[in-house]
């Protein structure tokens, strides 16, 4: 069955609150002091699996503007459009996968823990520091290394809250094609 | 629940302009601080938008969580280029006046306080005007806005669903939250991080199987209601433009204008006092 566009305008619009909530008030305190998990990502990675790349960009993108917004700093277009490529790539990398017909196999597991690894070195150790430098001018070697930090942390967190998320909605959906005529 | 975006209604000259019009000007007004390290247009833009939030009747008391929470953040990240960066002043302005010695390479110049300035300068400019489009703008208004500016409007609908469900969503997360500590789960420092990412996961996964169920119905509802038949729609926050509204577009186009002209005249995105 093909999704309604309407279905993914709705996605987009639910998935970036919930990408806001969770980078807003989710707070899992870290070892390393001011620095808080940021569990949001594993939600956009689901989200982009089972919405596609484009609900993926566009949740990245609210979400991340919305929360900037409301910490009242403006928008950090760099970190925000990092969040939206990260969500964009995780979208095409799972495009086989289909989690709404309750599958997600060893190897989806396996395909999406790879796919989350490349975009967020993708979005941090690339994107948002060559945008730092870019657009803001700042010292390339601390916004590589805090690129570092955050692309090691948002990889951990990712694997671990979206292939969690990823494992509990297939179950929660019958499998395709788990009925069988009794005979 | 404190609300996220605190729209706060008082009659005052900037609560008067038209969404579109408030949009346009926080994009062109950061921009403009985005793009340059003038100092002298910096200070400029600082002191019109720290007039600009006068005018608008919010009191610093209303916004006071927001300020302490980037103050911080504008803290940690001077510091930060400070300890990875001692010299990136020297090697933009290209001299080098030294002031104090800490040891090895962190070297306090004239050059690097400079640059911080810019740095928090920067934030100055910015923040009042952010704070000012938060306090003084509806969220559905918003959206429509952002339709006026040229957004599709199905991104559109999905920013004002976003703003929407944002104080739903919240609340449920909070209820989620409280059922699962009585059933004895912990996410405090107490715990160890795999723990604790594993009671996120207790909380998440209610919350975004129901949040699941909530797409489903929302997208009936529109369906059903005939959303995306046409190529436009009406929104019912749109106002129409003024004179005042034209006026303030343009004179923040103007604030762009110059930023752009004095990083050509100046060479650089920098302003240089030291040669």
New interface residues.
């Given amino acids: 069955m093909k999704k309604?566009?309407?279905?993914t305008?709705?996605?987009?619009?639910?998935g970036?609150?919930?990408f806001?909530?969770?980078a807003?008030?989710?707070a899992?305190?870290?070892?390393v002091p001011?620095t808080n998990?940021s569990?949001q990502y594993?939600?956009l990675a689901?989200m982009a699996a089972l919405f596609g790349p484009v609900a993926g960009l566009?949740i990245g993108l609210?979400?991340h503007a919305?929360a900037d917004?409301?910490?009242?700093?403006?928008?950090w277009?760099s970190w925000v459009i990092a969040s939206a490529v990260f969500g964009a790539l995780m979208g095409l990398a799972a495009r086989k996968v289909r989690l709404a017909d309750g599958e997600f196999s060893k190897k989806d597991l396996v395909g999406f823990l790879i796919a989350v690894v490349i975009a967020h070195a993708v979005s941090w150790f690339v994107i948002a520091p060559v945008l730092d430098i870019v657009?803001?001018?700042?010292?390339?070697?601390?916004v590589f290394?805090?690129g570092l930090f955050a692309g090691v942390s948002n990889i951990v967190?990712t694997a671990?809250?979206g292939s969690?998320?990823c494992a509990?909605?297939a179950a929660?959906k019958p499998k395709k094609g788990s009925l069988k005529e009794e005979k | 629940m404190r609300p996220v975006f605190n729209y706060i209604d008082r009659s005052s000259p900037i609560h008067c302009l038209a969404g579109a019009t408030k949009l346009v000007c926080l994009l062109l007004w950061s921009f403009a601080a985005m793009l340059t390290y003038d100092t002298r247009l910096l200070i400029l833009l600082s002191v019109l938008s720290v007039a600009l939030f006068r005018l608008s009747r919010i009191r610093l008391g209303d916004v006071s969580f927001m300020i302490g929470f980037t103050a911080v953040i504008m803290a940690l990240n001077n510091l930060l280029v400070f300890l990875f960066a001692p010299q990136h002043g020297v090697t933009l302005y290209g001299t080098s006046h030294v002031i104090a010695n800490l040891g090895g390479r962190w070297v306090i110049t004239k050059e690097q306080l400079f640059y911080h300035l810019n740095l928090i300068l920067k934030y100055l400019a910015t923040i009042p005007i952010v704070l000012l489009f938060v306090c003084t703008t509806q969220p559905s208004e918003f959206a429509a806005s952002l339709n006026r500016i040229g957004v599709k409007y199905s991104i559109a609908y999905s920013v004002a669903l976003a703003l929407r469900y944002i104080p739903d969503i919240q609340q449920e997360y909070h209820e989620i939250s409280q059922a699962q500590q009585a059933r004895g789960i912990e996410m405090s420092k107490k715990e160890s991080l795999g723990k604790r990412l594993k009671a996120a996961s207790a909380i998440l996964i209610p919350l975004i199987l129901s949040s699941m169920d909530r797409i489903e119905t929302i997208s009936n509802a529109m369906e059903l209601r005939g959303f995306g038949k046409h190529k436009r729609r009406s929104w019912y926050m749109a106002r129409p433009f003024r004179t005042a509204d034209f006026l303030s577009m343009a004179v923040c186009a103007l604030l762009l204008a110059a930023a752009l002209l004095l990083n050509h005249l100046n060479g650089s995105r920098f302003w240089n006092p030291f040669v």
């Fill in positions: 309604s566009p309407i279905v305008v709705v996605a987009i619009g639910i970036a609150a919930l806001f909530v969770l807003r008030f989710v899992i305190p870290s070892p001011n998990i569990i594993g939600l689901f566009l609210i979400g919305l917004f409301s910490f009242g700093w403006g928008i277009w657009i803001y001018a700042e010292p390339a070697n601390k290394i805090q967190t671990i809250v969690l998320l509990a909605y929660s």
